[in-house]
């Protein structure tokens, strides 16, 4: 049962345009959502996270936005830059269930052409 | 501020020897996750701890994986008699006590190959 879904496995865009990755869930306890970047070999990095209080966040170039109807979200990264070529997760958490727990999706690479 | 540190990064083991994985948190984080990354698939959650305490154990196998917080020291995964299965890459993350952030941060991984 897969509760967190990154439908697109893979994702290319031109360097200075929009990257738009997308993230589905099913569970409509979790509350808390986060993306993480990931490089080969490496452990994933924070990026930017929402609350369910909420329908945007802005960081710099990263925007993420949630739609809690469609139990969907994503993250606008704009410019895109070749530096942000990288596998991207997303996660999400019950906090009220108290576990902390991260359910993440199977990620999206992310390739910015130059 | 050091972030999460991981070591060994790479452990290589023959199927049914002992790896232990060992994760320090981040300076003034008290809650240590523990997470397995199989190939080509996303984190799955094993474990959740704090200081000499087991919060969340629903992602461990059942059998030969064991987990524990001490009140000094690494945080350590042990997988016993390990089989080719148990190969994947092994996060740990870390986050701070109860009302001071929500954010888990990843160390590097070690990679685990059974042979």
């Known amino acids: 049962d897969q509760q967190v879904k990154q439908n697109s496995p893979s994702l290319s865009v031109q360097e200075g345009r929009i990257s738009i990755l997308n993230c589905d869930y099913t569970?409509?306890?979790?509350?808390?959502f986060l993306w993480y970047k990931k490089y080969p070999a490496e452990g994933p990095t924070f990026l930017i996270s929402?609350?369910?209080?909420?329908d945007k966040n802005e960081d710099g170039r990263f925007t993420v936005f949630l739609n809690k109807s469609a139990k969907h979200l994503s993250l606008h990264i704009v410019p895109s830059q070749p530096g942000d070529s990288a596998v991207y997760f997303c996660?999400?958490?019950?906090?009220?269930?108290?576990?902390?727990?991260?359910?993440f999706g199977q990620g999206t690479t992310l390739q910015v052409k130059p | 501020n050091a972030g999460v540190m991981q070591n060994p990064r790479h452990l290589v083991r023959r199927r049914g020897q002992e790896a232990r994985l060992r994760c320090s948190p981040m300076?003034?984080?008290?809650?240590v996750y523990w997470y397995r990354q199989l190939p080509e698939e996303g984190l799955k959650f094993m474990v959740y701890l704090q200081k000499e305490n087991i919060i969340d154990e629903s992602g461990m196998p059942k059998e030969r994986f064991s987990a524990e917080f001490p009140k000094e020291g690494p945080s350590i995964l042990r997988i016993q008699q390990v089989v080719r299965g148990d190969s994947a890459a092994y996060f740990c993350?870390?986050?701070?006590?109860?009302?001071?952030?929500?954010?888990?941060?990843f160390g590097p991984g070690t990679r685990l190959l059974v042979l």
């Open positions: 569970n409509s306890m979790f509350d808390y």
């Open positions: 993350a870390s986050s701070p006590p109860e009302g001071e952030g929500e954010t888990q941060y």
């Open positions: 996660a999400a958490s019950a906090r009220a269930s108290n576990t902390g727990k991260l359910i």
């Open positions: 300076k003034g984080h008290s809650h």
């Open positions: 929402i609350s369910s209080i909420k």
